[in-house]
């Protein structure tokens, strides 16, 4: 079987980022992300992942934050809970372990393009229809695509394969006409026959997937044998057009005309097939020159089916998402940070969702421990994908715990358990421990514009400063705006444990 190329890199993927693409957004009124440290200049979701967090200083207090009351002490840069109030003869010790698992890709986004505008349903784009997609993208991204060349035996047209940049040098939004960077390309999987004229070629073969194999089975460049192979302008209109807040619209519009396609004895225009698209890094390539097509691009390239690409590349989508120094309390009543549903209280929630600064909810609630310092760290920052934060607590039977960790990149959203915690005893009385993370949901603050998560420029690392975006009056609630995220346990693993 065919294998997809792409180079994915092995070192953990940096998150984009550009001086320059701070969105410009209503400032945020509330002031509740204060703390001791300057959050313009310690934001820990500003922080590049490539960059090691024991040396990374994130938008919190420099070391670990001690509350306000009696009942929590620091340890050496660790957070613990001080035991002279919570250590009776039914305390227990635990540890709560908070690890970010999300695996970083080179794939930013991808699907499909299959319906032109204004059309009923799928289907080729004819002389003067288009496709068009809209997708998220942030400095350093690249977009590719590919349609099929109607009528031919395996040719398609796309970027090269690293990719068009979407960004310039400067972080600016590429704008305009781009079609001068497409090429005709051949996958190498069936056996050239004249456009327009062969026997193997929609709509005169047989069926899908007919004709004899290409001796030569490397993607290159479609073959100069052909004279009377129309050049790319002739054949394709393409342009980016930017919707603001990370959003692109690419518009493929066939500009081929009846006598496009000349061939002995007639001519004929060239339709574009459905087709897809990925969003990538430097790190990945859509196919590789000289390789061999992938399942998924040889049915696209032969017979314009483009559901099994945009699958494949669709499964090598992933998000990096680190986790931000963050907030934890022992509780017997509910709702101890927010309570679903309503207005966040302006305590200190929205600096941990909007910039990953616990130290106003430290302040803020009574009994409130910040965790900050990744697990084997020196010093404070985010976590990233396979490290973890972990403190230890004590506490009787009839307790909860509650968290709040904030998903980087994102303008407002953050995981924790519900409003009534996580028990930490049976029914019976036994201590809990194990897999907990079926009880941690990703929730929105409701406190600032959602945009799309990894490339609004009003999110770290893009965004111009700490409580930088469109302010909104949102009520605390489960993530619900429209774009996609990845499943909970894709991004976050807690574990609760006894400490003998």
């Known amino acids: 079987m065919r294998k997809l190329s792409f180079l994915l890199s092995t070192s953990l993927l940096a998150l984009p980022a550009c001086d320059s693409g701070g969105g410009s957004g209503d400032t945020d009124s509330s002031d509740a992300s204060t703390g001791d440290a300057?959050?313009?200049?310690?934001?820990?979701?500003?922080?590049?992942?490539?960059?090691?967090?024991s040396t990374t200083d994130p938008s919190t207090t420099g070391e670990d934050t001690e509350t306000a009351g009696d009942d929590t002490t620091t340890d050496d840069g660790d957070t613990d809970t001080d035991d002279s109030d919570t250590e009776t003869a039914g305390a227990v010790t635990f540890e709560l372990r908070i690890e970010a698992v999300s695996e970083p890709s080179g794939v930013f986004g991808a699907g499909a393009f299959d319906t032109p505008e204004g059309a009923d349903?799928?289907?080729?784009?004819?002389?003067?229809?288009?496709?068009?997609?809209?997708?998220?993208?942030?400095?350093?991204?690249?977009?590719?695509?590919?349609?099929?060349?109607?009528?031919?035996?395996?040719?398609?047209?796309?970027?090269?394969?690293?990719?068009?940049?979407?960004?310039?040098?400067?972080?600016?939004?590429?704008?305009?006409?781009i079609t001068d960077e497409l090429l005709i390309w051949d996958a190498g999987t069936e056996e050239d026959e004249e456009p327009g004229t062969g026997p193997n070629q929609a709509p005169r073969q047989d069926g899908p997937d007919t004709g004899p194999d290409d001796d030569n089975p490397e993607i290159r460049l479609a073959s100069d044998e052909f004279p009377d192979l129309p050049p790319i302008t002739a054949l394709v209109d393409a342009s980016l057009s930017y919707d603001g807040e990370g959003v692109f619209t690419l518009t493929i519009e066939n500009a081929s005309t009846p006598t496009t396609l000349a061939f002995d004895g007639g001519a004929t225009a060239v339709p574009l097939s459905p087709g897809a698209y990925a969003v990538h890094t430097t790190d990945v390539e859509f196919f590789e020159l000289g390789g061999e097509a992938s399942p998924g691009l040889e049915a696209m390239a032969e017979?314009?089916?483009?559901?099994?690409?945009?699958?494949?590349?669709?499964?090598?989508?992933?998000?990096?998402?680190?986790?931000?120094?963050?907030?934890?309390?022992?509780?017997?009543?509910?709702?101890?940070?927010?309570?679903?549903?309503?207005?966040?209280?302006?305590?200190?929630?929205?600096?941990?969702?909007?910039?990953g600064d616990p130290s106003g909810l430290v302040e803020s609630v009574e009994g409130a421990v910040a965790f900050n310092t990744p697990d084997g760290a020196d010093e404070p920052g985010p976590v990233f994908p396979g490290n973890a934060y972990a403190f230890q607590f004590d506490a009787e039977p009839g307790y909860a715990v509650s968290f709040a960790t904030m998903f980087i990149q994102s303008n407002d959203l953050f995981y924790g358990p519900d409003s009534s915690g996580i028990a930490l005893f049976?029914?019976?009385?036994?201590?809990?421990?194990?897999?907990?993370?079926?009880?941690?949901?990703?929730?929105?603050?409701?406190?600032?514009?959602?945009?799309?998560?990894?490339?609004?420029?009003?999110?770290?690392?893009?965004?111009?400063?700490?409580?930088?975006?469109?302010g909104?009056?949102?009520?605390?609630?489960?993530?619900?705006?429209?774009?996609?995220?990845?499943?909970?346990?894709?991004?976050?693993?807690?574990?609760?444990?006894?400490?003998?």
């Open 303 to 355: 017979d314009g089916a483009a559901a099994g690409l945009a699958d494949e590349l669709g499964a090598l989508v992933g998000l990096a998402v680190p986790l931000s120094p963050g907030a934890y309390v022992v509780h017997a009543e509910d709702a101890p940070f927010f309570t679903e549903g309503e207005a966040d209280r302006g305590e200190g929630l929205e600096a941990i969702a909007e910039d």
């Open 38 to 53: 300057d959050p313009s200049t310690t934001d820990p979701a500003t922080t590049d992942p490539s960059t090691d967090p």
């Open 121 to 177: 349903g799928p289907g080729p784009a004819f002389p003067g229809d288009s496709y068009e997609v809209s997708f998220g993208a942030a400095p350093g991204h690249y977009l590719s695509f590919a349609t099929m060349f109607v009528q031919s035996n395996d040719f398609f047209i796309a970027p090269d394969p690293a990719g068009i940049p979407l960004f310039d040098e400067d972080g600016n939004p590429r704008i305009g006409d």
């Open 472 to 500: 909104r009056s949102g009520n605390v609630r489960l993530v619900d705006d429209g774009f996609t995220y990845p499943a909970d346990d894709q991004v976050i693993r807690v574990t609760l444990s006894v400490v003998e």
């Open 426 to 470: 049976d029914e019976d009385g036994n201590p809990r421990s194990g897999d907990i993370t079926d009880e941690v949901t990703l929730w929105d603050a409701g406190t600032e514009d959602n945009q799309w998560p990894g490339a609004g420029p009003d999110q770290a690392p893009r965004q111009a400063g700490p409580d930088t975006g469109g």
